[in-house]
């Protein structure tokens, strides 16, 4: 996972068959978008962006009522007029790229971060960037949109066929793609560089790149960092997800309008619980984490000093013993609680000097949470009293009926489901429109406001704060102040001929296009129509591996030998869902939107004899736009 100021140039020289030129490193840059974490990038001269249908859920769900089933039916915007406002959802294009140097010093280093803040230009968002521990320091320039519109996205059963049984697996069948449209000032956006449909087929061993936003890995982690992560963090998240998971589909199976109101939530969840016990099944193989040990052991063995390693593992030890509270103080993603708390956060951390506020409210971290909150999402009163509920019982059961945040959400009531009902009677954080005229208060008005929600979100942010403080203060600066020597002496024994930790920032993997085994029986690189019928009817049809009614209407009519889904060697994480996959010309032959179960530990390794990315094929976009759904008119846009 290659940042584009630092790709390896003769290893891409092998893939792409020439030494790789500014025009073309250009060109990916200028195409590729984040898209809120995930990624996607430019198809058309008109600001056409092709990514997941999975990215573009959360916008399906805000869209979406018992009236207009989007979810259900699927979208396809027939005109430019037609295409829907994705509320709070913005795109990122990467402009630029400054080197920064920072102080370790936490007050010197909030002070300097200020000034760097400040002096980043008009129209644009800039980030700074860590690589390699914290040794380089960057700041990435963004031209940043906030005008998305869906154009067009095939049917949840279609893009998700399979279901969490087929999520991270291969042989894969899923339409998991959509089309959105950025604006800005009104019109649609003229990118200087879009990417057009590759000519030529994909054949076995092709090379294919993948420019993305790869969120997070965990590859330059110390063993003891890694074991924190093994037996506290991982195991905490994970029971939390798994009892969530439990409350959603209880309530989605109360009927179809509940399924409906549940299935968003439950598509997010699953997937990150299925890639968080991959990583815990990863940490706990012997043999990677023997590897792990045995290459520590070799710089540790070559160090001037053991005090960088000592100083992370004393962090380590801390972050242990605070991952319980962490986590249990993690309101569920998407409720009424988390915007309360985010909204109380920014309120509050306001009005401390810059070089006091936690740094997750930092100044431009707070202007897109604040972006966020003033974003309409839909409101189901049912579901969310329940989430209150079992949120409110989880906590109790982690912390314990005596604990500060415990009693707080408790308010006195003699179980969790009154509890939850007491701060919700009434409440109006449920309103976009409200959330940002309290956003606009100042802090005497705000703290008069007597909504409950957000009176818990007052209260829970002071008693959070603390252990948020504890951790930045134990773990976080103390690791900051040796990533330096730590990156330094990996360097000196292991060269920097690696790529840095994703970070959320573009990146490029290359690979190339192969076969894997499966429980020792070889699969082939692609899958078909054809593979589709026979999984639907091995199942009989039962969800979810049923057929959604267009799907199955034209099943006679489609041609069963197109390819589907197909898998490559390239490099990714979450975070590239919506990725292009492009040949060594640059143009686009797919869009990623999963990897196989043993891409699960590519968090902590990368091993590319069974690591695969699972892409969706240029070939089953062009069919279903010509012949799935009425959109003629967006193939030929997109030059299919």
Same mark, same amino acid.
């Given at each position: 996972?290659?940042?584009?100021?630092?790709?390896?140039?003769?290893?891409?020289?092998?893939?792409?068959?020439?030494?790789?030129?500014?025009? !073309?490193?250009?060109?990916?840059?200028?195409?590729?978008?984040?898209?809120?974490?995930?990624?996607?990038?430019?198809?058309?001269?008109?600001?056409?962006?092709?990514?997941?249908?999975?990215?573009?859920?959360?916008?399906?769900?805000?869209?979406?009522?018992?009236?207009?089933?989007?979810?259900?039916? *699927? &979208?396809?915007?027939?005109?430019?007029?037609?295409?829907?406002?994705?509320?709070?959802?913005?795109?990122?294009?990467?402009?630029?790229?400054?080197?920064?140097?920072?102080?370790?010093?936490?007050?010197?280093?909030?002070?300097?971060?200020?000034?760097?803040?400040?002096?980043?230009?008009?129209?644009?968002?800039? /980030? =700074?960037?860590?690589?390699?521990?914290?040794?380089?320091?960057?700041?990435?320039?963004?031209?940043?949109?906030?005008?998305?519109?869906?154009?067009?996205?095939?049917?949840?059963?279609?893009?998700?066929? *399979?279901?969490?049984?087929?999520?991270? #697996?291969?042989?894969? &069948?899923?339409?998991?793609? +959509?089309?959105?449209?950025?604006?800005?000032?009104?019109?649609?956006?003229?990118?200087?560089?879009?990417?057009?449909?590759?000519?030529? +087929?994909?054949?076995?061993?092709?090379?294919? &790149?993948?420019?993305?936003?790869?969120?997070?890995?965990?590859?330059?982690?110390?063993?003891?960092?890694?074991?924190?992560?093994?037996?506290?963090?991982?195991?905490? /998240?994970?029971?939390?997800?798994?009892? /969530?998971?439990?409350?959603?589909?209880?309530?989605?199976?109360?009927?179809?309008?509940?399924? %409906?109101?549940?299935?968003?939530?439950?598509?997010?969840?699953?997937?990150?619980?299925?890639?968080?016990?991959?990583?815990?099944?990863?940490?706990?193989?012997?043999?990677?984490?023997?590897?792990?040990?045995?290459?520590?052991?070799?710089?540790?063995?070559?160090?001037?000093?053991?005090?960088?390693?000592?100083?992370?593992?004393?962090?380590?030890?801390?972050?242990?013993?605070?991952?319980?509270?962490?986590?249990?103080?993690?309101?569920?993603?998407?409720?009424? =609680? @988390?915007?309360?708390?985010?909204?109380?956060?920014?309120?509050?951390?306001?009005?401390?000097?810059?070089?006091?506020?936690? @740094? %997750?409210?930092?100044?431009?971290?707070?202007? /897109?949470?604040?972006?966020?909150?003033? $974003?309409?999402?839909?409101?189901?009163?049912?579901?969310?009293?329940?989430? =209150?509920? *079992?949120?409110?019982?989880?906590?109790?059961?982690?912390?314990?009926?005596?604990?500060?945040?415990?009693?707080?959400?408790?308010?006195?009531?003699?179980?969790?489901?009154?509890?939850?009902?007491?701060?919700?009677?009434?409440?109006?954080?449920?309103?976009?429109?409200?959330?940002?005229?309290?956003?606009?208060?100042?802090?005497?008005?705000?703290?008069?406001?007597?909504?409950?929600?957000?009176?818990?979100?007052?209260?829970?942010?002071?008693?959070?704060?603390?252990?948020?403080?504890?951790?930045?203060?134990?773990?976080?600066?103390?690791?900051?102040?040796?990533?330096?020597?730590?990156?330094?002496?990996? !360097?000196?024994?292991?060269?920097?001929?690696?790529?840095?930790?994703?970070?959320?920032?573009?990146?490029?993997?290359?690979?190339?296009?192969?076969?894997?085994?499966?429980?020792?029986?070889?699969?082939? !690189?692609?899958?078909?129509?054809?593979?589709? !019928?026979?999984?639907?009817?091995?199942?009989?049809?039962?969800?979810?591996?049923?057929?959604?009614?267009?799907?199955?209407?034209?099943?006679?009519?489609?041609?069963?030998?197109?390819?589907?889904?197909?898998?490559?060697? #390239?490099?990714?994480?979450?975070?590239?869902?919506?990725?292009? $996959?492009?040949?060594?010309?640059?143009?686009?032959?797919?869009?990623?939107?999963?990897?196989?179960?043993?891409?699960?530990?590519?968090?902590?390794? &990368?091993?590319?004899?069974?690591?695969?990315?699972?892409?969706?094929?240029?070939?089953?976009?062009?069919? #279903?736009?010509?012949? =799935?759904?009425?959109?003629?008119?967006?193939?030929?846009?997109?030059?299919?």
């Amino acid at each position: 996972m290659w940042p584009l100021d630092r790709l390896p140039h003769g290893p891409l020289k092998e893939h792409l068959g020439r030494a790789p030129d500014a025009t !073309w490193v250009a060109k990916l840059q200028g195409a590729a978008l984040n898209l809120d974490g995930a990624s996607g990038s430019f198809v058309s001269p008109q600001g056409l962006v092709l990514t997941n249908h999975h990215v573009v859920s959360d916008c399906i769900d805000r869209l979406t009522s018992a009236q207009a089933d989007l979810a259900k039916h *699927g &979208f396809v915007a027939a005109t430019p007029k037609d295409e829907k406002s994705c509320p709070g959802m913005t795109a990122r294009l990467l402009i630029g790229i400054d080197p920064v140097s920072l102080p370790a010093e936490p007050a010197a280093r909030v002070s300097a971060l200020a000034k760097l803040d400040a002096s980043c230009p008009k129209e644009q968002h800039c /980030e =700074l960037v860590s690589l390699y521990g914290g040794a380089v320091q960057q700041r990435y320039r963004y031209q940043r949109y906030t005008d998305l519109r869906l154009v067009m996205a095939p049917e949840t059963q279609a893009a998700n066929f *399979g279901g969490d049984d087929d999520n991270f #697996a291969y042989p894969r &069948f899923a339409f998991d793609f +959509a089309l959105l449209r950025v604006y800005h000032q009104g019109k649609p956006v003229r990118p200087a560089h879009w990417l057009r449909p590759a000519r030529a +087929a994909l054949k076995l061993g092709d090379a294919v &790149f993948v420019p993305g936003h790869p969120w997070q890995t965990d590859r330059l982690l110390t063993v003891a960092q890694l074991a924190a992560l093994r037996d506290a963090q991982l195991p905490a /998240e994970i029971a939390t997800a798994e009892a /969530e998971q439990a409350l959603l589909h209880r309530y989605a199976a109360q009927g179809e309008e509940q399924a %409906r109101q549940a299935l968003e939530p439950i598509n997010a969840l699953e997937n990150g619980l299925k890639a968080r016990r991959g990583e815990l099944a990863a940490l706990k193989d012997p043999e990677l984490f023997g590897a792990k040990q045995r290459e520590e052991n070799l710089v540790r063995g070559r160090a001037a000093s053991e005090q960088p390693w000592q100083v992370v593992a004393k962090a380590a030890a801390a972050q242990q013993r605070l991952a319980r509270e962490l986590v249990a103080m993690r309101p569920p993603s998407g409720t009424l =609680l @988390e915007d309360a708390l985010a909204l109380a956060g920014l309120q509050l951390e306001a009005r401390r000097p810059e070089g006091q506020r936690l @740094e %997750r409210f930092s100044a431009a971290a707070a202007r /897109e949470a604040a972006e966020a909150l003033k $974003a309409e999402h839909p409101l189901h009163p049912v579901l969310e009293e329940l989430r =209150l509920a *079992g949120y409110i019982e989880r906590s109790e059961q982690a912390l314990g009926a005596a604990d500060p945040w415990v009693r707080t959400l408790k308010a006195g009531q003699p179980d969790a489901r009154s509890a939850a009902r007491q701060w919700l009677a009434g409440t109006q954080i449920g309103s976009a429109a409200q959330r940002a005229r309290w956003l606009a208060l100042e802090p005497a008005a705000f703290d008069a406001v007597d909504d409950p929600m957000l009176q818990l979100g007052r209260q829970l942010h002071a008693l959070r704060r603390g252990v948020l403080d504890a951790y930045a203060r134990e773990v976080t600066q103390p690791v900051r102040t040796q990533a330096d020597p730590l990156a330094q002496t990996r !360097w000196s024994v292991l060269g920097d001929g690696s790529p840095p930790d994703a970070t959320g920032t573009l990146r490029l993997s290359f690979g190339r296009v192969a076969e894997v085994a499966l429980g020792g029986l070889r699969q082939p !690189w692609f899958t078909t129509l054809d593979g589709l !019928w026979a999984r639907t009817d091995g199942f009989a049809g039962t969800s979810p591996f049923d057929l959604s009614p267009r799907l199955a209407a034209l099943r006679r009519e489609l041609p069963g030998a197109t390819p589907l889904n197909f898998i490559c060697t #390239a490099d990714i994480v979450g975070g590239n869902s919506g990725s292009p $996959a492009v040949d060594s010309q640059g143009d686009w032959v797919g869009v990623v939107f999963d990897g196989n179960l043993d891409s699960l530990a590519g968090r902590f390794a &990368f091993d590319e004899r069974n690591n695969r990315a699972v892409v969706v094929h240029q070939a089953a976009i062009r069919l #279903a736009l010509r012949q =799935l759904y009425s959109a003629k008119h967006l193939a030929e846009e997109l030059g299919l």
